[in-house]
């Protein structure tokens, strides 16, 4: 089994009750190190999984067994050129100069902030994009593209969500070999 990392951002549990940490380690994440900040309680996973599908839907079916409301799954989506730099293990230089189409073309636009300084771009996009061109490995691209899903599914209200997750890991596999 593989470790995977990430957070399950929550909500409408109180942080002062008695039982709190309890229904997380009761409900299955006992792998995971759990904090309120800000109004919403932070589920950082360091989950063992066959794969990272089954990772996010076990980790999303025990948060939602907890009580809590599932607000979205981290890592951010949102990422800027910085972030995207950081992610892919390369330089703030080397992504800007794609990004100005200096370096390959059709690098993909912005899906936030459009018009000011600092926009923000979807990681799943910029990640298959990068993946395409040999420049990030398929399975971070296909993690990314799970994690944007699972946000999808959650925002819709879904919590049981490993088959939708296995079979869009299958298909982005598929597409990324073409």
Not at 16 to 44: K, M, P, T, W
Not at 65 to 73: E, F, L, Q, S
Request: net charge negative; proline share 4%.
């Amino acid at each position: 089994m593989k470790m995977y990392e990430f957070s399950v951002i929550a909500s409408g549990l109180d942080p002062q009750a008695d039982d709190f940490e309890a229904r997380f380690y009761d409900n299955g994440c006992d792998d995971a190190l759990v904090s309120f900040q800000n109004g919403h309680v932070i589920i950082d996973f360091t989950r063992a999984a066959e794969t990272f599908d089954c990772a996010i839907a076990s980790a999303v079916e025990a948060v939602a067994a907890t009580g809590a409301r599932i607000v979205r799954i981290e890592p951010d989506p949102l990422v800027s050129l910085s972030d995207i730099a950081k992610r892919a293990n390369m330089t703030r230089a080397a992504i800007s100069n794609y990004h100005r189409g200096q370096r390959g073309a059709a690098f993909p636009s912005p899906a936030a902030r459009i018009t000011s300084d600092s926009p923000l771009w979807e990681w799943a996009d910029v990640a298959r994009w990068l993946a395409s061109g040999g420049k990030l490995s398929r399975a971070t691209a296909v993690e990314a593209e799970l994690v944007r899903q699972a946000n999808l599914a959650v925002q819709r209200g879904e919590v049981h969500i490993g088959p939708m997750l296995k079979a869009r890991s299958e298909q982005f596999e598929r597409d990324l070999a073409t």
